[in-house]
Structures are given as structure tokens and as C-alpha cells.
């Protein structure tokens, strides 16, 4: 059946270290989202994409963080270098967003857990 | 930007008992979803309602988007319930989905 596959489901890593989170959207999506959860913060909006061309990163922090879509059915978020701080579950949402700006239902990954020591 | 927020933050109920969450938003919608996040941390769709009354089996949900505000309902609660019950908005004139902090909900045997 169709969901929304993030690799990896839990990653440990040492400060400093590059890591790199992937997503495959849903086949046919073509609107990608980000999210952070955390206890504190919640859920948080990191970035997002529309037909792989991305919309809104406000919400990373642009020194240690990136997003890309290199093509239609594979969405990354890299953090170098990481920080204890981002330890965090990262959620991948796919969605098929009708014409106009509603982005339509959004269909979760299951996240990776990220542990910075 | 737009303001989600959820009320109440905790709920405490016995098994079989009915409960209401809501969600207030501060500005008109063209999106809005409801989610519950089980103890494994997987988010659930639930409903996608923008506007009007859904109802699926236990749960149903309205959204007033006039007044700015939703409501999920859910009967006969089971421990399978227990969860955080997250509300999503996208505002209008705007494609990004903001979550609300969302309803602890904890269901006693």
C-alpha cells in the first residue's frame, strides 16, 4: 500500500558528524514537508516543497541545515555539522496538492530518531 | 502567521467514556487535519476537515471555520485511544501546515 518511507528510523551519532535523513514521498505526491518533534517545541516546520522546488525553509537553521528534492520520489534533509541539540524525531509528509495554494491532505513516515551524543 | 491552539493540553478518562478536543485557529483556513500520534509516535490521519462534519465509526469531527474553530468528538473511548490528538492548519492564501501542541489523552481500564 502507499506511504511515505523515511530511512533511517534511528540514526546515533557523535557531535559533529554529517547526517543525512532521506524520504521517498508517496508515488504521485507532489508536495513534500519537514517537521521536527521535539518535547519542548512540538512539532516544528522545517521546510517544505511544491513539485521539488522548495516553498519555505524559514524554519531550519540555515548554518547547519539544508533540504533537497533531487528528483520527484527522494526528499533529503542533511545537518552538518550536527549538534546535541537536534536530537529529535524528524517527520517526513508527502501530499498531492490541488491547483492554488492548499496543500491538501498531508500522509506522515513513520520519522527517523536522530540521537546527537 | 497563523495561531493553532489545542485545548485541553491533558485528559485523564475511564474506558467507555465520551471526550471532546478542540482546536482554535487564529485566521480563516483552506486546510485542516486532525491526527492522533499512538505510544509508538506514528501520526494517524483522522480526518482532513477544512469545513463541515465527518464522522468515522467512534470518531467524528466538525470544523466551524467561520468562528475559527474544531472539534473532534470521540465515543466510547478504548485504551487504544490513549495518544496526543494533534489538529494541523494551512491558512488561506498560504501552502505551509502548522500544528497545534496537541491533547495528551490518557484512557484508563
Known amino acids: 500500500d502507499a506511504r511515505v518511507t523515511q530511512t533511517p528510523r534511528h540514526k546515533v551519532t557523535e557531535m559533529g558528524q554529517e547526517v543525512t535523513m532521506r524520504c521517498q514521498p508517496i508515488?504521485?505526491?507532489?508536495?513534500v514537508f519537514w517537521y521536527r518533534q521535539t518535547m519542548m517545541q512540538g512539532l516544528e516546520l522545517l521546510a517544505y516543497f511544491r513539485n521539488r522546488a522548495p516553498l519555505d525553509d524559514s524554519g531550519m537553521p540555515k548554518d547547519r541545515f539544508s533540504a533537497e528534492m533531487p528528483d520527484a520520489t527522494l526528499a533529503t534533509l542533511k545537518i552538518q555539522p550536527s549538534e546535541p541539540r537536534d536530537s529529535a524525531v524528524y517527520f517526513c509528509?508527502?501530499?498531492?496538492?490541488?491547483?492554488?495554494?492548499?496543500?491538501?491532505?498531508?500522509?506522515f513516515g513513520e520519522g527517523s530518531r536522530l540521537t546527537v551524543l | 502567521g497563523i495561531q493553532v491552539e489545542q485545548s485541553p493540553p491533558d485528559l485523564i478518562l475511564q474506558e467507555g467514556a465520551n471526550s471532546t478536543l478542540r482546536c482554535n485557529f487564529s485566521d480563516s483556513v483552506n486546510n485542516l487535519q486532525w491526527f492522533h500520534q499512538n505510544p509508538w509516535g506514528q501520526l494517524i490521519n483522522l480526518f482532513y476537515i477544512p469545513s463541515g462534519t465527518k464522522q468515522n465509526g467512534r470518531l467524528s469531527a466538525t470544523t466551524v471555520a467561520t468562528e475559527r474553530y474544531s472539534l473532534l468528538y470521540i465515543s466510547s473511548s478504548q485504551t487504544t485511544d490513549s495518544g496526543v490528538y494533534f489538529c494541523?492548519?494551512?491558512?488561506?492564501?498560504?501552502?505551509?501546515?502548522?500544528f497545534g501542541s496537541g491533547t495528551r489523552l490518557s484512557i484508563r481500564p
Open positions: 494541523a492548519v494551512g491558512g488561506l492564501g498560504a501552502s505551509k501546515i502548522i
Open positions: 508515488l504521485g505526491h507532489n508536495t
Open positions: 509528509a508527502s501530499g498531492l496538492a490541488p491547483t492554488g495554494v492548499n496543500t491538501g491532505e498531508l500522509f
